[in-house]
């Protein structure tokens, strides 16, 4: 979904199903593609990278998908946890603003035990 | 868990108070960033720095000012605060393209 004013999107799922995430970057010159976790009165953490020269990369219980031609990035959680509970961001890395991190608007993921 | 720390984390003044919110890292980083970000919403980036004696002003504008005198300190300042102010602010540093973010500081003026 879109940031509409002060409406977060929140994607709401039953523990121990897995999530999606989706983010859509603007510049089609981005090479490095960032997923970032937030939780409530902390910092983003860094969840999982990618380089434009791959399409998908795994992590720990984390896959992130980049489809250029659609400049569309996803995070798939899997068997999602309560702990997973958080706002997600996704980052784009622009070249040539001197390896600059341009932030999209976050996806809140809650957990439902 | 990333070496980088902010102080305070949690600021309330009055208007027209100036005040100092402190950044430091332990990693050696050349990158630092400043970042201002309404709850859950997403981060504009107020200013940077690439190195020491370096600093730029980032994408939002932003009443603040900064100043790089060593590597690991990245202190913004805020002359004379004002209820628009009110916000997290978040410092990070990066070596190569992943940012790594303290812990911010929450401020409000009233």
């Known amino acids: 979904g879109e940031n509409v004013g002060l409406h977060l999107p929140t994607l709401s799922v039953q523990e121990g199903d897995n999530s999606i995430i989706n983010c859509a970057y603007s510049?089609?010159?981005?090479?490095?593609f960032i997923w970032y976790k937030q939780e409530s009165g902390k910092g983003p953490q860094f969840i999982i990278d990618?380089?434009?020269?791959?399409d998908k990369r795994q992590g720990q219980r984390v896959t992130v998908l980049l489809n250029k031609t659609v400049k569309h990035l996803s995070l798939q959680i899997a068997a999602t946890q309560p702990g997973d509970s958080a706002v997600y961001f996704c980052?784009?890395?622009?070249?040539?603003?001197?390896?600059?991190?341009?932030f999209g608007g976050g996806t809140r993921l809650m957990v439902k035990p | 868990e990333a070496d980088i720390y902010q102080t305070p984390r949690y600021l309330v003044i009055g208007t027209g108070k100036k005040i100092t919110l402190e950044c430091s890292q332990t990693?050696?980083?050349?990158?630092m960033y400043w970042y201002q970000q309404d709850p859950g919403m997403e981060l504009h980036l107020i200013h940077y720095?690439?190195?020491?004696?370096?600093?730029e002003k980032g994408d939002l504008s932003s009443e603040s000012t900064v100043s790089r005198i060593r590597t690991e300190h990245f202190p913004l300042t805020l002359e004379s605060a004002r209820p628009s102010h009110t916000s997290q602010y978040l410092c990070?540093?990066?070596?190569?393209?992943?940012?790594?973010f303290g812990p911010g500081t929450r401020l409000t003026v009233l």
């Open positions: 990070a540093s990066s070596e190569y393209n992943e940012q790594f």
């Open positions: 510049n089609s010159a981005s090479d490095y």
């Open positions: 990618i380089r434009s020269n791959m």
């Open positions: 980052a784009e890395n622009l070249q040539n603003a001197g390896n600059m991190l341009t």
């Open positions: 990693m050696g980083h050349d990158k």
């Open positions: 720095s690439y190195g020491v004696n370096s600093t």
